[in-house]
């Protein structure tokens, strides 16, 4: 079945056409519900059809989501957390939005530095006093 569309952020929304779910019989307590209400809600998402994320973004999110990919790119996640169909609907949409939004946040560029003058100058003395504390153990060598 298709779904709403899915705000992620104000600017940006996920289209209905792109989500698909369906629901099944959960596992887990129940009862007698457990074998005749289809609970459990798998949600999938066309991660390389859709068109309002830029490459980038999808690369992100297909690091993030490696597991949950199936042979076609598809981003699949299913919540039977209640025995509330809608409301488990929501719990998968709501965690296919957190994972968006962590792939959205493009990651720091690392700069390389230099340790200071000041910093190689407090090394080597340090390495100094070790060699001298060191040395100090020694038994004194005997000249002939």
Do not use: Y
């Not at 060699?131 to 002939?144: A, I, L, Q």
């Amino acid at each position: 079945m298709s779904s709403e569309a899915l705000m992620v952020t104000p600017t940006l929304v996920i289209p209905g056409a792109d989500l698909l779910w369906s629901a099944a019989r959960a596992s887990g307590p129940g009862g007698q519900n457990v074998n005749k209400v289809a609970t459990k809600v798998e949600l999938r998402f066309d991660l390389p059809g859709t068109r309002c994320l830029d490459e980038a973004v999808k690369s992100r999110l297909r690091t993030l989501c490696a597991g949950r990919l199936d042979a076609d790119g598809w981003v699949q996640l299913s919540s039977q957390k209640t025995r509330d169909q809608s409301r488990n609907l929501d719990d998968a949409r709501e965690r296919l939005r957190a994972l968006i939004l962590r792939a959205l946040e493009a990651p720091a560029v690392r700069r390389a530095t230099k340790p200071s003058r000041a910093s190689k100058q407090r090394r080597l003395n340090e390495k100094r006093q070790t060699s001298v504390r060191k040395e100090g153990r020694r038994p004194p060598k005997d000249h002939d």
